[in-house]
Nanobody, 119 residues
């Protein structure tokens, strides 16, 4: 069982930056990913990274603005978000599972952290 705790969310203006963190309760050699869910919408893939950081995938909507990274010594994955837009407003979830863009392939989930981008 892996427990995940996200942090770093908040309110930021358009064009601003935030860095999300997700700490796992134990070391994992699985992929770690970020998903988000806006009000009234389905959960969508944002980014994922394999165990050693050698493979990373991004949703087209965040490519070139967001960067995923991980520090296995700290059991933590990060999401650096730059040039934020109002459409990035959502609850962001961290997950552990397969290296996939599909939520069904992730077995453990955090509780989520709110990101709000004001226009």
């Amino acid at each position: 069982q892996v427990q995940l705790v996200e942090s770093g969310g908040g309110l930021v203006q358009t064009g601003g930056s935030l860095r999300l963190s997700c700490a796992a309760s134990t070391r994992t050699f699985n992929a770690m990913g970020w998903f988000r869910q806006a009000p009234g919408k389905e959960r969508e893939f944002v980014a994922t990274i394999n165990w050693n950081g050698g493979s990373k995938y991004y949703a087209d909507s965040v490519k070139d603005r967001f960067t995923i990274s991980r520090d296995n010594a700290k059991n933590t994955v990060y999401l650096q978000m730059n040039s934020l837009k109002p459409e990035d407003t959502a609850v962001y979830y961290c997950a552990v599972g397969g290296l996939s863009t599909t939520s069904y392939d992730y077995h453990y989930w955090g509780q989520g952290t709110q990101v709000t981008v004001s226009s």
